[in-house]
């Protein structure tokens, strides 16, 4: 093997040793593990990347294990790209399908599902604009007194409130709310769902009084909602378990995700569909001893949010970028679907 190249195999195989045992990579264990090398070859092979700053030496007698520098060049260059398995495929398509009803907990069930496969905190947004129009209403029955109201937002969001009567709901009645809030509603910009054209719906739905009120308060938060910027947080506890974070670097790490303002910046920030960003590459102080995982989802007309997986630099890049990837198709494809659905 040509030394360049053997060198970079050097580099990854400490870099996928380092991620799964999390302890310094010696150059008998390399030596092992890649077959037909000296350890003496290994040990120059370590110290030339050590050299270019490719590899740290924690301690003096100790192993290497990788700099950001290393990670870095892994993820451009040398980690091996696979597919997720067919059957866990399968297992996220019926997990998230069993919530599509429901936009708005589809997301975040979906952001609790890539946190426990992950391990890791995930963040997620949902694509939101502040002169957002709405072009379609739906209402699903779920029950004998109650249904599910979803507004359709360009461009291309959606927001969705479960409503309860206190009465038992006929299809007739429940067609009659279909019918006047589309009226109402369609073509007119979320942000003007105000207190006023809430009570021109009250008038409307005069003869449904008794029963319309739940249904009022749905539409007035759903609107205020899809007018806004929408950041969503899952699984941060999970990031206690990691032992790479020294506590300033965790108290820090947990601070910034506390602020959904600066989170949500930071994936803006983002400009392609997979983005990898480690350490110091974040430009903040409190996440140089982390790493964002951002995938990019579309819904329909050009429309999009992220999802994000943050954790320590040690992490599996080459089995997050798979799963967030697949996440993030699976999300889009859902939520077009339910767009059609709910178009006027």
């Known amino acids: 093997m040509e030394p360049k190249k ?18 310094p990579v010696g150059s008998k264990t390399l030596a092992e593990l890649l077959g037909g090398v000296s350890s003496a070859t290994v040990r120059n092979d370590m110290a030339a990347l050590a050299e270019g700053g490719y590899l740290d030496q924690p301690h003096t007698s100790a192993g290497r294990i990788p700099s950001q520098r290393g990670y870095r060049m892994y993820v451009d260059q040398l980690m091996r790209h696979r597919a997720l398995p067919e059957d866990l495929t399968r297992y996220i398509d019926l997990e998230l399908s069993g919530y599509s009803m429901d936009p708005d907990r589809f997301l975040s069930h979906a952001a609790q599902m890539l946190s426990g496969m992950t391990h890791m905190a995930v963040v997620t947004t949902a694509p939101s604009a502040e002169d957002a129009c709405i072009t ?16 359709m937002l360009s461009p291309a969001v959606l927001k969705s409130r479960m ?8 299809d007739g009645e429940l067609d009659t709310f279909r019918h006047v809030l589309r009226s109402e509603l369609c073509s007119r ?5 105000n207190l006023r054209a809430i009570n021109r719906l009250r008038e409307r739905l005069s003869e449904l009084s008794d029963i319309a009120e739940p249904l009022l308060t749905a539409v007035r938060e759903a609107a205020r909602e899809g007018s806004s910027a929408q950041v969503m947080l899952d699984g941060q506890a999970r990031l206690l378990a990691h032992s790479d974070f020294d506590d300033r670097a ?10 959904r303002e600066r989170l949500g910046r930071l994936l803006s920030d983002c400009h392609q569909s997979l983005n990898v960003c480690i350490g110091t590459e974040l430009g903040h102080d409190e996440l140089s001893q982390a790493s964002i995982i951002a995938s990019r989802y579309r819904s329909g007309h050009g429309a999009s949010g992220w999802m994000g997986v943050i954790g320590p ?11 967030i990837e697949y996440f993030s198709s699976a999300v889009g494809r859902i ?10």
């Open 313 to 323: 630099t040690r992490m599996n890049y080459s089995g997050i970028i798979p799963c």
């Open 189 to 193: 910009r979320a942000s003007e769902i």
């Open 6 to 23: 053997r060198r970079l195999a050097v580099l990854a195989a400490i870099i996928e040793h380092y991620v799964e045992y999390g302890e």
């Open 250 to 259: 965790l108290r820090g790490l947990l601070s910034f995700l506390s602020d």
């Open 136 to 151: 379609g209403v739906e209402l699903m029955r779920t029950g004998r007194s109650s249904c599910l109201i979803i507004l």
């Open 163 to 170: 409503c309860r009567f206190n009465a038992e709901l006929t």
């Open 335 to 344: 939520m077009s679907a339910l767009e059609c659905d709910a178009r006027c």
